[in-house]
């Protein structure tokens, strides 16, 4: 019973993927999905630190990819296309470089947060997609969150940009004594993580760190 149950399980998988073939969610060629090797090969990995300003409230920035080419079209697909498919993908990547230099150890993980009506709108925050790899008992959903919808910040020089963001974020509870990793899709100006970062301070936290995707140079 158990040897026909897993052959029809195999026999089923391999005609769904003779009638729907597996591609990559960036160029569609058949392939390992979600992102095929060379897609994957195209993306330009980051050293893994970023030295933080003197001034900055973040005490590190880190990114796995440079934000052009593929990555930066995987950020739009997921963000934009709702390709959740890359989510797993993405979040590996997140975890491997927050890993990789130690600056998960002891902290607690923090999605940067999109405004309710957005989420709505989108059906998910695509920073809490990106926490996936963590350990499930490390990250914190429902800590932060915006208290009220920002426009984009394109276009904006840097003080409206920083206008735009401040006392848009909101802690829910006390982080006295806690170490905080934020996670984002994208980093470009930095004051969206500044502006957490911040927030989280105010609530208590000792420290606070970024991991993204990817970061435009
Ligand atoms: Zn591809």
Known sequence: ??????????????????????QCALCTHIGQ?????????????????????????LSFRLSAFEYEGRAAQAVRRLKYS???SLAAFMADAVKTM??????????????????WRRRC?????????????????????????????????AGLNADE???????AFKVLSSLAGQRVLLVDDVLTT????????RALIEAGAIDVGLVTFAAEL
């Open 190 to 197: 930095g004051h969206t993580g500044r502006e957490c970062a």
């Open 98 to 115: 927050a890993c990789e230099t130690d600056m998960a150890d002891g902290r607690i993980v923090v999605p940067v947060p999109i405004h």
């Open 1 to 22: 019973m158990y040897r026909a149950k897993t052959f029809w399980i195999s026999f089923s998988n391999a005609a769904l993927d003779w009638i729907y073939p597996p």
């Open 33 to 57: 999905p979600p992102v095929c090797g060379v897609c994957l090969s195209e993306m330009r990995p980051l050293p893994p630190l970023s030295e933080p300003t003197a001034d900055d409230v």
């Open 161 to 167: 940009r920083r206008r735009n963001l401040t006392g």
């Open 121 to 153: 709108a989108r059906g998910f925050n695509q920073a809490e997609l990106l926490c996936q790899a963590f350990p499930a008992q490390t990250i914190q959903k429902k800590l932060l969150i915006r208290t009220r919808p920002t426009p984009s910040q």
């Open 82 to 84: 709702r390709a959740t």
